[in-house]
């Protein structure tokens, strides 16, 4: 599930949430503006109070995160997958790779022997590539213990 969070409930253990959305619904990260906060987590870290209990408006009922999400770790893989998607994603790395493919055929596997805007493609693709290892690395080495406040802040990830 996809929930917004006010950026700075997050130092709590159990922040209200103020939006929810199915995996499968497309949204912005963005999209419930600035000090708002999006973050994946299995729906079992959803918890919902009673419309009579404190925080209710309307009649609804207050949602929250459960104590213990962070322990979770999915939520860390889903915003690498995130930020990869957004970044490089899997069409545009298939297309990468199928230039590289291209380049070695055309050009022989000595790379130093490649015309230089072949040469300068490479290096940028290869500059994605490495990207979403870093990306990738930092959502797989990440503990409980180290996750930052904000999980979704730039400062979590390493920068392009």
Do not use: C
Not at 40 to 52: G, I, L, Q, W
Not at 54 to 77: C, D, H, I, Q
């Amino acid at each position: 599930m996809k929930v917004f969070v006010r950026t700075a409930s997050l130092q709590s253990d159990d922040p209200d949430i103020i939006a929810v959305y199915g995996p499968a619904v497309e949204i912005e990260p963005d999209a419930h503006g600035p000090g708002v906060s999006m973050i994946d987590v299995p729906p079992k870290f959803v918890a919902s109070e009673p419309p009579h209990g404190g925080g209710a408006v309307m009649g609804m009922p207050r949602l929250k995160l459960k104590s213990g999400w962070r322990s979770s770790g999915n939520f860390m893989r889903a915003e690498a997958q995130r930020r990869i998607g957004e970044s490089f994603g899997e069409v545009d790395q298939i297309a990468a790779l199928r230039e590289l493919l291209e380049m070695v055929i055309s050009y022989g596997h000595d790379e130093s022997q490649w015309p230089s805007a072949a040469q300068e493609r490479r290096a940028k693709i290869s500059k994605e590539f490495k990207y979403v290892e870093n990306v990738d690395a930092r959502a797989r080495s990440i503990s409980a213990s180290e996750v930052a406040i904000n999980p979704a802040s730039d400062s979590s990830w390493p920068q392009k």
